[in-house]
């Protein structure tokens, strides 16, 4: 919300509310309204029910008056403070300058005025001195929505003012509406001051104002709904006019223009405040409210909205709330989803070379009964990097959750697909402009940890995981900070930074992933690890496979023997130095995941360091894998052959079979190990959003 | 701080620390370091007293390793985990894929490379299959400041790295460098990138960087203080370079350009990382940090400061960091004084017409034994709003303190006197630039209440009081939000916003005051109040002065009796209005300032409408008034003459004797009142600053 500007309102409302203490307040004080009454002339009031009205008697009362009693009708309470010595005397009360009336109705009114009270003033002598009277309307009035996050609007709920985390918190949940509904053209539905049909209702947020009270309210009052500036920014409200509407959402059998008409907007960054009809008797009104955009570095993701009772004074006069209810929502965050989660759908594109590896990711994806969508050259512009224009995940809330795509600023010839593929019915679509972007926008630079818990906090939805430069150095390439405040504002998944820097293309895809594991954290991370390398190479020398070739069958010029690899000293010494970086990564990583070291496993990967000294795979780079379940697609790694089988294959295998894990190679050597990408950098996987709620998270 | 930018940093740091999870972290982890060991070449490697090296043994272990055994020297202690079955046999322990060896160091090394450790490899027949030699240099680093709140800048305080608030809290604190030490023109000295005096390092917060190790680091090694992008637009570091520094402090006879060349610039918003030099041995290196900005709507007030340990790979290689240090700073809130806070100096505006008003007020300022200044025509160019200008505000932290004046965007003829007049040594100036200002924009519509609780909510600063528009209307006059955006950031004085657009003027001070009161909280607030000034007239009349006459010897086209004030009705209306409007501010402030009824005292005072329907006082408004202590001083109201005493003024008497309070009455009438202004537009005052330590506030 917005700073002051917010405040103002909440300053003037019941609900004056965003924090916890005041949340109590709101629990326990008693909402008084200072009404003046005046003996030469009887008063009107309008009250509400659940306040009180509390009327200075001293002040009102004419010269001279030593005492004063008070008469009210069958619908009105009162109480007298101080109290009077003797409460049941019927005789009048002592007048102090600090007597004070205390006005409560119970029930709503059925006729404007149909209340009344009046006070009588006496001398000394008990002689009737004035009699001021007051007639009353009770009303009542809530201003609705599903505080208690159970998919229903509830009536009134104590909570609905504030916003709390947690299993025991409340506040009610809303969407971007950045998927597209639109029957025609085709846009974010928060793009259009319109509600164009009952499934974009559905992306909204219902709240409903509820009222009691007399056919019509006294002459001159009226309800008005109004936010902050600063919120304006970030939600508009539509209201539902038609009685009939629940019928058409069922049936949609209604015209879009027609729609249209019977959902006005109330409130948007141009309309603050607008007033809204009273119907009389007992009503709903039904009202949507719609996200338009995610938090952010200057957006904390809260908004509150306003119903106010305005009383006139006359003309030229502004009116006076004398009454405000509001309600609080938290715009969803979006939430990326870890190798942990079921794959719903495989994402990769066709060229005109990658025929291997396309078949390859068929009978992976398709055998093991996934979808597969491959994005044509028409779309993908020879751009096969589908890791790295976007990235899968979803906002959820009680009443709707839906797939959100986070289109990388990278904007490769892929850059079209995030929108005009992907975005759709209950497929959303956020993006953030950068003007100066590197390698590392490339979403193979953003991960995201399985659920984990450091020193007692828990992340039950995982933690995002970016590389970045060391912060030590004023060179250096950086994700983009308008991606980086974004995915740090969502909040629900805290982000870490990796150096990957080091790295000539820079993704910590391509010294890290997650895979499932029966055991312990129920996940392990794989690593490179050039020392698990050699390791295995010197464990071949002595063996007496020294002579075994990698590359083969890829071309002769391509072919190296381990004992050729064993014996360069710059190779040597270039891993010695990608260990060293990727072990720095290793300490972050075990801190901030709260990891201990059984929770990882080294795989054998060697680099090289191009002319500019940043790494690339030395040959295909296993840990850039695809995680289907527990079904693995691992870049075919052409290791040295022993007894006819691929070393490095042999190793992995052992290595995952532990898990419960299969793997099977996918040759992506010519199409895109040779071009710095492997399987996971060709590929994008959405997947199941988690179980888990994010606003039962304890923040 | 600046959110993923910040937690780059923190991620790679120790004290990886804002929040309070992570403070806990710092003190129950052991911060790890994985290391490689080589068995064809000896390993050198610089440790961190207080870390610890982990190396994975099986990672370098030749092949067809079983068990190894590991040596060091006295300087070095080791733990192998899993622990080995029989630790105290002198025999190698079997060697497994997750055998590690944690290595720490005590003391400090006094030479480069003086402690040794070495790992022997052996196969199944217990022959050496290799050996791996470490190196080790040990240095102890810290970097301190004062982050226990004593004002000394004690060693490597665990809580350095977090900023906490309350009693208990820690955290250094910051101040930003907004008076003028300048000796020769005229600035805020946070406006330029020198050091420039002595005093001007008072206002700074000491830093120091304590080392201990050997005369040097290891070839290659070395030291970077490095910040945030977000936080380098707050701070400024600068490093004193002298060990004759404290001396010249002490007598501060050092010229000034040799003063500026001991103290260069370290980091800026241009350098965001700069080397440092090791010194060697025991050694303190002085830094001192300058605040730069305020907490505002972009900035919590909290940044960081990183010292690493950098280690060297090799030409072309960004050098590694091992280490990093750091600690959190939070700026400094302006703070606001209420009315009961002892007075330090009375400011006023001399001008051709005003002799009367500063004849009252000179008697009634010196008279009590204040200080007081008049501004002169000269500088205030016939604008005598000395309230509207600028609000006396203080900064305070453990080393030090000083006035800070906030200076309107109204910027009236009068704007030149916060900065030419009042900016100076230890007098900081701040203000806030607005392209639109309205009449609320002026300082007589800012101001604070003393300490109260509410619900069991503590604010011992009191809470800052502003006035706005309706939030119902789109019309209206607000405060510009530039402005309430730096007010509410400031956090310690939580604003609340008032109605006050109903007046012509439209400042809360026209309407409200608080006075000390022996009793109950310790002050009273006083409300204008039309009611309470019919209830006197009305008993005038009744005791046959309806015939006395208000502004009696003013004119007598001004004067008006208590007769004919009771039979205009239209006026009787329009105060009926404006009573409706402040009791509905009485309602707000009962509400955000925890207040009863017993804690306000409404005034005898009547207002009328202008054109435009915006009220203004009927007679000199005596809320308007300016407190000193038990002294009032009080707009003569001109009241009706009873018994040759005016009945308000004896009314006023009457209502603050008892709460001890004596009054003065200034005439204001011809130079305040009918230019719409009384005593507290026309008047000034700067206060003692709260004993009351900001930072020692449960947020």
């Known amino acids: 919300m917005d700073a002051l500007q917010e405040q103002v309102s909440q300053r003037l409302s019941l609900s004056s509310v965003s924090n916890h203490r005041s949340c109590e307040m709101m629990e326990n004080s008693w909402y008084q309204r200072t009404l003046r009454l005046d003996t030469r002339t009887p008063m009107k009031a309008v009250h509400v029910i659940g306040t009180a009205l509390k009327v200075n008697l001293d002040r009102g009362a004419p010269p001279s008056s030593r005492f004063f009693s008070v008469r009210c009708g069958p619908n009105v309470q009162f109480r007298v403070s101080p109290a009077p010595e003797a409460p049941h005397r019927p005789s009048p009360t002592v007048l102090t300058g600090n007597s004070v009336l205390l006005i409560t109705m119970d029930h709503a009114s059925e006729n404007e005025n149909d209340s009344k009270l009046s006070v009588m003033y006496y001398n000394d002598e ?135 008409k019977q959902h006005p907007e109330v409130l948007s960054s141009e309309v603050l405040s607008q007033e809204v009809p009273y119907l009389g008797g007992v009503s709903e009104m039904n009202f949507y409210v719609e996200g338009l955009r995610f938090p952010d570095k200057d957006f904390d993701g809260l908004i509150r909205i306003n119903l106010s009772l305005l009383e006139p004074i006359s003309q030229g006069f502004p009116e006076t709330p004398i009454f405000t209810d509001s309600v609080v929502f938290r715009v969803a965050p979006w939430i990326m989803t870890p190798n942990t989660l079921k794959p719903v759908e495989v994402f990769i594109c066709s060229t005109v070379d990658n025929y291997t590896f396309l078949k390859g990711m068929k009978k992976l994806v398709q055998g093991n009964g996934y979808k597969l969508t491959v994005c044509t050259e028409y779309m993908n512009r020879g751009d096969r990097w589908m890791q790295d224009e976007l990235e899968f995940g979803y906002i959820d809330s009680p009443h709707q959750k839906f797939p959100v795509v986070l289109d990388s600023p990278r904007d490769g010839p892929l850059r079209g697909f995030p929108y005009k593929v992907l975005l759709g019915q209950d497929f959303g679509h956020v993006t953030r402009i950068a003007e100066h972007v590197s390698s590392l926008d490339s979403f193979g630079n953003l991960e995201v940890s399985p659920p984990v818990s450091v020193n007692g906090k828990n992340y039950p939805l995982g933690r995002i995981l970016i590389g970045v430069a060391f912060p030590t150095t004023m060179q250096g390439r950086s994700m983009t900070k308008v991606v980086q405040d974004f995915l740090w504002a969502q909040k629900v998944q805290e982000p870490i930074a990796l150096y990957s820097d080091w790295l000539y293309v820079g993704h910590v895809d391509e010294f890290m992933t997650f895979v499932p594991a029966p055991d312990r954290k129920g996940f392990r991370v794989l690593l490179a690890s050039p020392d698990a390398g050699y390791k295995l190479f010197r464990g071949l020398q002595i063996d007496g496979h020294g002579q075994a070739k990698m590359f083969e069958g890829l071309g002769e010029h391509e072919e ?74 691992i870049p075919k790694p052409f290791g040295p052959l022993v007894n006819g089988r691929c070393a490095l294959e042999a190793e992995m295998c052992s290595l995952m079979q532990t898990l419960g894990l299969s793997c099977t190679y996918i040759d992506d050597f010519a199409s895109y190990h040779k071009m710095l990408g492997e399987v996971h950098c060709g590929s994008n996987v959405r997947r199941e959003a988690f179980d888990v709620k994010w606003w039962n998270l304890e923040m």
């Open 126 to 260: 008990e002689e009737v001195l004035g009699k001021a009277i007051l007639h009353l309307t009770a009303v009542e009035i809530s201003l609705d929505v599903d505080a208690d996050r159970d998919g229903q609007v509830e009536k009134n709920n104590p909570n609905k003012g504030c916003w709390t985390w947690g299993p025991d918190g409340h506040g009610a949940v809303l969407l971007v509406n950045c998927d597209s509904d639109q029957r025609y053209l085709k846009r974010r539905d928060c793009e259009q001051s319109t509600v164009s049909t009952v499934s974009d209702l559905k992306d909204m947020s219902l709240m409903v104002l509820r009222t009691r009270g007399p056919a019509r309210l006294p002459e001159g009052y009226k309800l008005t709904m109004h936010i902050s500036q600063g919120d304006a920014e970030s939600i508009r409200v539509f209201r539902s006019t038609s009685s009939e509407i629940h019928k058409n959402i069922l049936t949609e059998n209604v015209l879009y223009s027609t729609f249209v």
């Open 560 to 633: 190296i023997t381990v004992n050729e690899i064993l014996a360069d000293k710059v190779l040597q010494e270039e891993n010695n130095y990608v260990q060293g970086c990727i072990d720095w990564n290793r300490d972050v990583l075990k801190r901030e995941l709260g990891l201990d070291d059984e929770d990882i496993i080294d795989l054998p990967i060697l680099f090289k360091l191009l002319e500019d000294k940043r790494a690339v795979a030395y040959y295909p780079d296993m840990v850039n894998m695809i995680v289907l379940g527990r079904e693995l697609g």
